[in-house]
């Protein structure tokens, strides 16, 4: 009996094909794809028709260039080892206008996708002018080498439905691409929207040639008023009763005072999961599941928990802390935390990882 992270790879698959319908897709394969396993993740992608991949490490989007020869690939975040990316070809972000003019000769051969900054203000050109600034001077320059080959921007309040930021930044790119387009440039790839921007537009924007998701492609809705059909999940974090503790009225238990029994003969069971293994404290404010049925987690501590449960509940039953009822993205909308903060988490050199 050990605490599990478990995917079902049917059901994977299936909800990357629900999501991905007729549309083109760039699958965000970041951070150990959302820690569902690059390796894992890309082929499940590469089964569903996916050949564009990208990612924010120059490791992992050369281990995607073993895993899908064929694929385009492309580095969200700059990078300065030019005969790797080369070597690889892997299509990189121009972030700014300082490293064009640090590196440009350095980038020969390397197809870079120019930036816009956006709301977001994480990286990227800051106005139209700088882009159109790094374009003329590119192309005028026959001793620039780089392969200008996408256009690209990140949103960073498609999920947020309360206030105009989301409108604006979507209408100031929108405003940059049909610029350039109009003064005659060319890009190869044109991609801005996350998981939240596409499923909220049903559609690619206007010039784009793909969406840029991950999180829905993971399971997990990126806002609250989809309805939970349209996304499933395929994880389950299941955990096992080692065994039940009864406690009498006012004893406290777990560390720090952390419960205070209300009553004698309070049933505790001590589950064989804790932050340890990544599961995020706001988590314990909530309930598992045994046997169907909910119970609250009354404390939560590095390798265990406490539950409390009924008579109907017995030594080595399985809890389950997460599956496609318990949702990841249900506990997000709750405050836990966000899906991928919550899917990151998740330990799995403590966990035993399945896929089934
Ligand atoms: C993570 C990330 C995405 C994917 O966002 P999701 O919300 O998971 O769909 C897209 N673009 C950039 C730049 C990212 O960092």
């Known amino acids: 009996m050990v605490a599990t992270w478990e995917v079902n790879s049917n059901i994977f698959q299936q909800n990357v094909q629900r999501v991905i319908g007729d549309y083109n897709v760039m699958a965000v394969v970041k951070n150990n794809a959302y820690n569902y396993g690059l390796e894992f993740a890309v082929n499940q992608f590469l089964k569903a028709g996916i050949s564009t991949f990208s990612t924010t490490s120059l490791n992992e989007a050369i281990r995607v260039r073993q895993l899908a020869p064929d694929a385009t690939i492309f580095l969200m975040n700059p990078s300065i080892e030019f005969e790797k990316l080369r070597a690889h070809d892997i299509h990189m972000t121009l972030p700014s206008l ?3 003019h640090q590196y440009k000769s350095e980038l020969h051969d390397i197809h870079v996708h120019v930036e816009y900054e956006n709301l977001l203000h994480r990286s990227g050109f800051k106005t139209l002018d700088e882009i159109l600034s790094v374009l003329v001077e590119h192309f005028s320059d026959v001793d620039s080498k780089m392969k200008v080959s996408g256009l690209w921007t990140h949103f960073g309040y498609a999920d947020e439905f309360d206030g105009p930021e989301y409108e ?189």
Request: glycine residues 6%; charged residues 25%; proline residues 1%.
């Open 98 to 100: 300082s490293f064009y």
């Open 168 to 356: 604006k930044e979507l209408q100031d790119w929108m405003n940059i691409v049909d610029t350039l387009l109009e003064k005659g440039y060319q890009f190869e790839m044109i991609h801005a929207q996350n998981s939240a921007s596409f499923m909220r537009e049903s559609k690619v924007l206007n010039h784009h040639t793909h969406v840029r998701i991950g999180i829905a492609l993971y399971g997990s809705r990126p806002y609250s008023s989809l309805s939970r059909d349209t996304i499933q999940q395929s994880l389950r974090v299941k955990a096992n009763v080692i065994q039940i503790r009864e406690v009498n009225e006012n004893d406290y238990c777990g560390y720090s005072f952390a419960f205070k029994a209300k009553h004698d003969h309070t049933r505790l069971a001590v589950v064989d999961i804790g932050y340890g293994d990544g599961i995020l404290r706001t988590r314990a404010q909530h309930e598992v599941s045994i046997k169907g049925r909910k119970y609250p987690i009354r404390a939560l501590m590095m390798s265990h928990m406490f539950v409390e449960v009924d008579e109907n509940v017995a030594s080595t039953d399985e809890v389950i802390i997460y599956d496609n009822d318990l949702r990841i993205d249900d506990y997000t909308f709750k405050g836990v935390g966000a899906n991928s903060e919550q899917l990151s988490a998740l330990n799995l050199d403590s966990l035993k990882k399945e896929y089934v």
